[in-house]
T-cell receptor
């Protein structure tokens, strides 16, 4: 009963390095999301993919890129990491569009940029 | 745009105390409202939701009623346990994206 799986769970990067966070869901959901969580700010949407083949910017897309590889997988890439990107990153998915749909979250990836 | 404002924490309670976390929202249209809970070191889990005015969501002893007239969705539990210690997030959705409040940290002491 995996749900949403994201890797790695922990990562330390040096400023300027690049990395990709991987996410996969096994619930056959159409929509997938990447959020970041910072103290006192709740979760903020970075990018989302309403369906396979589409991606759109959220509230805080600068410094990130995404790829919806297939229906199951949605990756987040930091091309040149900055200390401001130190955060906890959550991947999520939902089965349909429209209000009322439940979004399911992965366990999070703790990223530190030094 | 959409926004959610929830009571700032942290909140510290004794076991069996009554818990209320206030949440108000601003949205166009008719959003759905959610409470998510995050236990230490874990991701977010849906606690309850309500999709239209006057709906009451409930789960694990928690309740929240969608009040359109006051644009509120306050979370309540009558008797908290140590295991309820977590961060609680209020959120709204009027399409397929969620907008979150800042989160309220709740600590319940035995």
């Amino acid at each position: 009963n995996a749900g949403v799986t994201q890797t790695p769970k922990f990562q330390v990067l040096k400023t300027g390095q690049s990395m990709t966070l991987q996410c996969a869901q096994d619930m056959n959901h159409n929509s997938m999301y990447w959020y970041r969580q910072d103290p006192g700010m709740g979760l903020r949407l970075i990018y989302y993919s309403a369906s396979e083949g589409t991606t759109d910017k959220g509230e805080v897309p600068n410094g990130y890129n995404v790829s919806r590889l297939n229906k199951r997988e949605f990756s987040l890439r930091l091309e040149s990491a900055a200390p401001s990107q130190t955060s906890v990153y959550f991947c999520a998915s939902s089965d349909r569009q429209g209000p009322g749909n439940t979004i399911y979250f992965g366990e999070g990836s703790w990223l530190t940029v030094v | 745009g959409n926004s959610v404002t929830q009571m700032e924490g942290p909140v510290t309670l004794s076991e069996e105390a009554f818990l209320t976390i206030n949440c108000t929202y601003t949205a166009t249209g008719y959003p759905s409202l959610f409470w998510y809970v995050q236990y230490p070191g874990e991701g977010l889990q849906l606690l309850l939701k309500a999709t239209k005015a006057d709906d009451k969501g409930s789960n694990k002893g928690f309740e929240a009623t969608y009040r359109k007239e006051t644009t509120s969705f306050h979370l309540e539990k009558g008797s908290v346990q140590v295991s309820d210690s977590a961060v609680y997030f209020c959120a709204l959705s009027d399409d397929y994206k969620l907008s979150f409040g800042a989160g309220t940290t709740v600590t319940v002491r035995a």
